[in-house]
């Protein structure tokens, strides 16, 4: 037989392929710091259950500058994830309203909303305000 | 008016001379309001007749004419060489083998199309005799826009988890699938659930949402296949938590 | 050379292939249905119609007006019988569809809902937005899915029929993947492989409708019935020569001349109606024809609008509003805003006729059988005749589903009634030889001619002598350049000899089918001397029932033209008259 399909190979190198790519792998990647946030969230209830001082020396700990910037790189990767998230939430739960659908800005913009109202009440339960 | 001439870079393969593809160049004197078919025609035509390509309708409304240009998955009928710079590169669609140049072996695509079962599986049968069944404007924009589909496969092309992994089904496959379940006539959501509810089905699906994004006739098989976890995810509880509800 | 075999075997997965497989797997699930097609049945040029499927279903119509419009419509060269039996099963086949999941645009209540179409007195086009055509295939392609018993050859090219002692034994076809021939063993075959409007330059057709189909029947002996009666659709880009449905005009789109005149009104299709309220079967709304060659006279007297295309008239859809167009025509919006820049909500479209459909095709009767035993045809490819000298829009849509399905009868029929089998060793032979015509083809050296540059002459002849109007010494041009072009194309050499997916070889055969139809077009053209429905000829104006109320067939002669004869009409409840597209006695 004469035929003889080629088969091409898959690199990493998808990833640069188009921006929508790197942009897909950045929101994915967002989960390694999400993880690790929720990882020392768990070192924070050990430490509170630990008593007073265990607590305080954790709270000085947190003062430090490399995790400082672990919070605010974690921050925006977390902000980056939810923003997206609110963006694609309209695909996976469409709304019907009679015979059209309830355009996406609504629905996302109904979870940004939301968002922010809960991010108030909590910032000012922590008394930030 | 304008003529341009742009260079066309297009990947060849023949079997039967290459031992694996190359790109070949061609000059082509190009009318303003060209599309790269347009291009690749005149090269047929007037330079190069061994090149082979698949293409009919030139409306986007056939599917034949998927292929990569520039690296980005279109159809060549609807690639206006306008748009483009310098050398255009031209190349079969991705994720797919090349059986000879620009045309590829869809045989993985046409088994699954199959596989999810994309027709009507009437709750109950009803005579022609009987008419029509009703169904509202609003009962069909449920699944109408799923039903857009053109089987480009220029979303098998932009999808990462269909290129790295290829037993995945795909997004316009259960896309389709997901055109039949919200479709008021259908019964048969159960039966396609063991396709595309399966791992090979949506769940492989990450959301990367490439493949709405190239899909030319705004179909948005990323949204169906979201739809479709979330309705699997609700049989599941319900088929658990509350067994005394019938399917 | 591998043998396939079949109980039926049918040639192109189109809207009539697709439909004749449904029908004899419904049928008889023990039957071996092999559906064989040069493109994935997808890609077929049924996915391209956009306005509708005519058929019976609002209380204010009759299976009568449908008959009435049609016949007088084809300007009474459509067999009544046939006729009636389309009006007939019309608006079962259309609820069959709706059963199978085809999204018909509804009313309100849930009915479905039906458009005004030209040349019609009520409505009664079904219609999926502005892609029916897309609809109905891809639901009839999706149907077929569930059955096991139609096996599929996706880009299959079949290049000759075997006939074994005057009876259809299969066909061998190319493989087109691996360059190898198949020969399929079916003791009957259905022919569905569409029109050949590639003959002509400039056509909504896609690069497929190269008339495969109706070559491989005439080749084997049976005539072309009408070749002559080609229908120019008024609407396509002048760019692409793409389509714009019928449905702008349905739904209220008006046509300009230069001068911002609706043209119509001064042919014949007046008074004027007002803007956005159409009148049936008048204006716009008059039959393909009529406003072809309305526009082929303004572009005579200067009033064409010039583009750099050439000339046009303009289609002016302003005043339907955008949520209209977005609903009814979003296909049109699209295509006119890639393809012309131009957006149809705030501008006028030029447009102009283009070649669009054959009226003509593969002699059948009524049951879609050809005077081959054991061969059917149906779709565009065949002429029963439903659609006489003129064909009217969304009739074609209908036609693919009742005689698909019809031929799918009649070759379950023919299949039962147990004809004697073909001789091996003579079906061997037969293959033999076919595939002996394909290989000196692929080997030959020393040519002079090329695909490319052939087929650009012929399309070029087609145009200037075939095209509305045409005259005597036109045609005969044509026919002398036509005979010319058949000669010279025994002297191609492909430039691609290779075996895997070779398009320089389906190219060149695709342009053996295109001259053979083309010559019957043009023979069959200077044989009709008057002017009926699409065939207009300057020097013979007028319609001549005495002389030519009758079908041309071409029969194939090989090495020389073909031989014209002619076939009487089935005329039953109505007699020809006079074709009026005027409102003036609403």
């Known amino acids: 037989m004469s035929r003889r399909p080629y088969q091409r190979e898959m690199t990493s190198e998808w990833i640069f392929r188009h921006p929508r790519y790197l942009r897909y792998m950045t929101r994915e990647f967002s989960c ?89 009440v909590l910032l000012y339960l922590a008394g930030a305000f | 008016m304008g003529e341009r001439t742009i260079d066309l870079e297009v990947l060849r393969y023949n079997p039967e001379t290459d031992s694996e593809p190359h790109f070949q160049r061609y000059s082509v004197p190009c009318r303003e309001e060209w599309v790269v078919l347009d291009a690749l025609n005149h090269v047929k035509e007037a330079i190069d007749p061994t090149l082979s390509y698949r293409w009919s309708c030139h409306m986007a409304v056939c599917g034949s004419c998927g292929m990569m240009i520039n690296g980005e998955p279109k159809l060549a009928c609807k690639a206006f060489v306008r748009d483009y710079e310098g050398i255009i590169r031209v190349e079969p669609l991705a994720h797919f083998p090349v059986e000879r140049d620009l045309v590829t072996v869809i045989d993985d695509f046409m088994d699954k199309l199959k596989r999810v079962r994309p027709y009507i599986i009437p709750r109950q049968v009803k005579a022609v005799a009987h008419g029509e069944h009703l169904q509202t404007p609003a009962e069909l924009n449920k699944f109408k826009q799923y039903s857009m589909c053109i089987n480009c496969m220029l979303c098998y092309a932009a999808c990462p988890e269909y290129g790295l992994i290829p037993k995945y089904i795909g997004p316009a496959a259960i896309a389709l699938a997901h055109r039949y379940n919200q479709d008021s006539r259908d019964g048969g959501r159960a039966q396609r659930q063991e396709e595309i509810a399966a791992t090979e089905g949506a769940w492989e699906c990450s959301f990367v949402g490439a493949c709405s994004d190239v899909c030319p006739e705004h179909v948005d098989p990323a949204g169906a296949i979201q739809q479709v976890k979330i309705r699997s995810t609700v049989d599941w509880y319900k088929e658990h938590l509350m067994p005394w509800l019938k399917p | 050379m591998e043998t396939i075999q079949a109980d039926v075997a049918i040639i192109g997965a189109g809207g009539a292939g697709l439909r004749a497989a449904i029908a004899l797997a419904q049928t008889d699930p023990k039957l071996r249905i092999a559906l064989v097609s040069k493109v994935y049945p997808m890609r077929s040029h049924t996915c391209a119609a956009e306005g509708g499927a005519a058929g019976v279903i609002k209380s204010d119509d009759s299976l009568e007006h449908h008959f009435n419009d049609t016949v007088g419509g084809g300007d009474w060269l459509s067999d009544q019988d046939a006729v009636q039996y389309l009006v007939e099963e019309a608006p079962k086949e259309l609820i069959q569809l709706e059963h199978w999941g085809c999204p018909w645009s509804r009313e309100p209540n849930g009915s ?10 009520k409505q009664r086009t079904w219609f999926a937005a502005d892609k ?129 005149r609706r043209f119509l009104q001064d042919y014949g299709m007046g008074p004027e109606t007002p803007l956005g309220k159409p009148v049936l079967k008048t204006m716009e709304l008059g039959p393909r024809d009529r406003v072809s060659q309305a526009f082929w006279h303004e572009q005579r007297k200067g009033n064409a609008v010039p583009t750099r295309w050439g000339d046009a008239m303009l289609l002016d859809m302003r005043h339907l509003g955008e949520k209209k167009i977005n609903e009814r025509l979003p296909l049109v919006r699209d295509m006119s805003i890639s393809y012309m820049g131009v957006d149809p909500v705030t501008d006028p479209v030029p447009v102009r006729p283009v070649v669009h459909y054959m009226m003509g095709g593969i002699h059948t009767d009524i049951k879609a059988a050809t005077p081959l035993a054991g061969l059917f045809a149906a779709g565009e490819c065949a002429c029963v005749s439903i659609n006489g000298a003129n064909r009217l829009g969304s009739n074609s849509l209908t036609e693919l589903l009742v005689f698909g399905r019809r031929a799918a009868m009649s070759a379950m029929e023919y299949v039962a009634a147990g004809a004697p089998a073909p001789r091996e060793a003579v079906r061997e032979a037969l293959g033999a030889d076919a595939q002996g015509r394909v290989r000196d083809l692929m080997q030959r050296t020393g040519g002079t001619e090329t695909v490319a540059g052939l087929r650009k002459e012929m399309t070029q002849t087609m145009e200037e002598h075939a095209g509305i109007y045409r005259s005597g010494e036109g045609l005969a041009a044509a026919c002398a350049k ?73 029969l194939w002669k090989s090495n020389e033209g073909p031989r014209i004869n002619y076939h009487d009409v089935v005329i039953t409840k109505s007699q020809p008259g006079v074709r009026d597209y005027s409102g003036d006695h609403e």
């Open chain 1, 32 to 120: 390694l710091f999400i993880g690790a946030w929720t990882l020392m969230l768990v070192c924070a209830l050990a430490r509170l259950s630990e008593g007073p001082e265990a607590w305080a020396a954790f709270l000085e700990g947190l003062k430090s500058p490399e995790v400082v910037v672990f919070h605010v790189v974690a921050l925006a990767f977390a902000v980056y994830h939810s923003v997206t998230w609110f963006n694609l939430t309209p695909k996976a739960l469409p709304l019907q309203m009679g015979d059209e659908f309830v355009p996406d800005g609504a629905i996302s913009g109904a979870h940004f909303a939301a968002w922010g109202v809960v991010s108030l």
């Open chain 3, 112 to 121: 479905v809902a039906v458009r005004p179409f030209g040349g019609m007195k």
């Open chain 3, 132 to 260: 029916s055509g897309f609809h109905i295939l891809h639901t009839l392609f999706q149907t077929s899915l569930q059955f096991d018993s139609i096996r599929r050859f996706d880009e299959f090219y079949a290049t000759e029929l075997l006939v074994d002692e005057g009876r259809c034994a299969g066909f061998v076809a190319i493989e087109m993947r691996s360059g190898q021939m198949r020969r399929f063993d079916a003791r009957a075959v259905i022919i569905a492989g569409g029109g050949a409007g590639r003959i002509f330059p400039f056509t909504t057709n896609g690069a497929i409708k190269t008339g495969d189909g109706m070559a491989l029947a005439y080749r084997a002996g049976v005539p072309l019935k009408d070749m002559e009666f080609v229908q120019y659709h008024p609407t396509g880009l002048p760019s692409t020569g793409t389509l714009l449905t019928e449905a702008c005009r349905g739904e209220g789109g008006v046509l300009l001349n230069k001068n911002g």
């Open chain 3, 482 to 554: 036509l005979a010319d072009l058949r000669r010279r194309y025994r002297a191609i050499e492909l430039h691609d000899k290779t075996n895997v997916y070779n398009t320089d070889l389906l190219q060149a055969l695709e342009l053996g089918s295109m001259l053979d139809c083309a010559e019957a077009v043009v023979q069959s053209a200077l044989a009709r001397k008057e002017s009926r429905g699409a065939h207009q000829r300057i020097d013979f104006p007028a319609r001549d029932d005495a002389q030519f109320l009758k079908h041309s067939l071409a």
